[in-house]
């Protein structure tokens, strides 16, 4: 039998203030980088030190913003200060909670961010160490917990007899993700129409490749009147191979988009 340990402790940060208006130390200090999980809550603590790496009282408000790898900011949000002004092992000590939900949608990659102080006059930067480097390094990590699958978007639809129809060839196939879904398999679907009149089946099929000639049967199927402003969804469980949809009018800038999820 193996002992393998695991652990809980805080994920403590340093940054640094300079609130004396110049640098004693001329190296980097607890510069480390930050590990990040896609699929749960992320807490870290972070501590306001100045140059000397004494903790500084917190009077202001503390900001992490988070910016991608193309630099783009994702996450922007006020942090809980949990400096009390009197104990000694809280001086200059704040949190932030990452949610779940902030990661959904950010892909395993390396991330930078800064931290400044919100005050009533000016904004006042930190530093990520001590020679005044204020990006420090988060890398997020997507393998620790299993994400939702990634939504398919569907558009094309193409005319075929009196009804048109999505996903019905090999080029536009819709999978229903047979091998990652039990006999429970739920797969939900997000129409969204702009005055669209008529009905609309969602089909699937058991066979193997699609070859034009396939056995689709209806799973269910949506009838639009033309004044809808919100998307209309649809839940179904089932194991199949693929799923297509069939207009009884034409689409064409009618149905803008399908989103499928299994």
């Known amino acids: 039998m193996q002992l393998i340990p695991r652990y809980l402790y805080q994920n403590k940060v340093n940054v640094v203030s300079n609130d004396i208006g110049f640098i004693v130390e001329y190296r980097p200090v607890y510069s480390r980088q930050i590990k990040m999980y896609r699929g749960i809550d992320n807490n870290f603590q972070f501590r306001l030190l100045n140059a000397d790496q004494k903790p500084v009282t917190l009077t202001d408000t503390p900001v992490i913003v988070i910016f991608d790898e193309s630099n783009n900011k994702i996450i922007d949000k006020e942090c ?12 200059g000590t704040f949190t932030v909670n990452i949610t779940e939900n902030d990661l959904l949608n950010v892909k395993q990659q390396y991330l930078h961010y800064n931290i400044y102080l919100q005050g009533s006059a000016a904004n006042t930067i930190t530093y990520a160490n001590a020679s005044f480097d204020s990006s420090g390094t988060i890398f997020v990590d997507g393998s620790a917990f299993a994400g939702p699958k990634a939504t398919v978007e569907v558009t094309n639809f193409f005319a075929v007899d009196e009804y048109w129809c999505a996903g019905s060839d ?17 797969h939900t ?6 005055s669209y009149v008529g009905d609309l089946e969602i089909q699937a099929t058991l066979d193997n490749q699609l070859t034009g000639t396939n056995n689709w049967t209806t799973v269910n199927t949506l009838t639009f009147d033309g004044t809808e402003t919100e998307p209309q969804p649809s ?3 089932g194991v199949f191979t693929y799923l297509r949809f069939k207009a009884s009018a034409n689409p064409t800038n009618k149905i803008t988009k399908i989103l499928v999820r299994n």
């Open 235 to 237: 839940n179904f469980n």
């Open 189 to 194: 679907v997000a129409v969204y129409t702009d």
């Open 80 to 91: 809980t200060i949990t400096d009390d002004g009197s104990t000694k092992s809280k001086k």
């Open 170 to 186: 090999d080029a536009n196939r819709i999978s229903a993700e047979p091998g990652l879904n039990g006999n429970e398999a739920l």
